[in-house]
């Protein structure tokens, strides 16, 4: 077994305005670009982590 504190573990659900979802998609993919560098960037790794990240619609878009 890990230590708990070994783990990070975080969520929430939000609404958008889809036509925004290219722009906080790449935000997205930004952020994932600059956290593996970071995690790339070590000298001495030990140990592997997973890092998942989904972003998708709970709901349908409304009828017109």
């Known amino acids: 077994t890990f230590d708990e504190k070994a783990r990070y573990v975080s969520g929430f659900t939000t609404a ?11 935000e997205l993919d930004q952020f994932l ?5 970071r995690c790339e960037g070590d000298a001495h790794p030990t ?5 998942s990240l989904a ?10």
Do not use: H, T, V
Request: proline share 16%; hydrophobic share 40%; no cysteine.
């Open 55 to 64: 972003f998708f619609p709970l709901s349908s878009p409304p009828s017109k």
């Open 16 to 26: 958008i305005d889809p036509a925004r979802l290219p722009e906080l998609q790449a």
């Open 33 to 37: 670009g600059q956290f593996f560098g």
């Open 47 to 51: 140990e592997a982590y997973q890092l």
